[in-house]
Antibody
């Protein structure tokens, strides 16, 4: 079964760092882009960035450039999203999703990781 | 950056009715690069339509997509109880980079 499994919910304080993960299985992890999508409480979907695990080529949405870092470890089929200094406004659900370039769409989604930042 | 505007924000309909959702782009989008997703409360989004009009695996044929250029439409021919959800369009650009629309909520009238 093709799936993406994300790490569990996190509760952090402002200023703390965080790295969440997304593990792919059931397909060739290095052959598909993995994207990250933010959904703030009660709001819509926002594309944050995307990485190609085969060579770690990474692209960011202008809105998120410099705010987060996307990385991947192809040896363990895992992509990451990290923050060096969290803000309360980072409170959101974060989804990873597989991009199939041939259909130009995210066809497989992780279950989401809820990040809560509160003092 | 291409901006996608979805309308209406909320659509109030009864089961069995037809739903027509609009997605308008700020510049022309290749039909091959326009997708639609469904999201139910507490769930991850699910791909419905790609390439503007192709149904993803397992999607019922009551869902159809159409359009070209800057105007795209998702139609649900007869609403089933499980279709009440939020729907998003998404475009794919070179690089790659992507954009989502703001969403349309289809609610029970």
């Amino acid at each position: 079964e093709v799936q993406l499994v994300q790490s569990g919910a996190e509760v952090k304080k402002p200023g703390e760092s965080l790295k969440i993960s997304c593990k792919g299985s059931g397909y060739s992890f290095t052959s598909y882009w993995i994207g990250w999508v933010r959904q703030m409480p009660g709001k819509g979907l926002e594309w944050m960035g995307i990485i190609y695990p085969g060579d770690s080529d990474t692209r960011y949405s202008p809105s998120f450039q410099g705010q987060v870092t996307i990385s991947a470890d192809k040896s363990i089929s895992t992509a990451y999203l990290q923050w060096s200094s969290l803000k309360a406004s980072d409170t959101a659900m974060y989804y990873c999703a597989r991009l199939t370039v041939g259909i130009a769409a995210f066809d497989i989604w992780g279950q989401g990781t809820m990040v809560t930042v509160s003092s | 950056e291409i901006v996608l505007t979805q309308s209406p924000g909320t659509l109030s309909l009864s089961p069995g009715e037809r739903a027509t959702l609009s997605c308008r782009a700020s510049q022309s989008v290749s039909s091959s690069y326009l997708a639609w997703y469904q999201q139910k409360p507490g769930q991850a989004p699910r791909l419905l339509i790609y390439g503007a009009s192709s149904r993803a695996t397992g999607i019922p044929d009551r869902f159809s997509g159409s359009g070209s250029g800057t105007d795209f439409t998702l139609t649900i021919s007869r609403l089933e109880p499980e279709d009440f959800a939020v729907y998003y369009c998404q475009q794919y650009g070179s690089s790659p980079e992507l954009t989502f629309g703001g969403g349309t909520k289809v609610e029970i009238k």
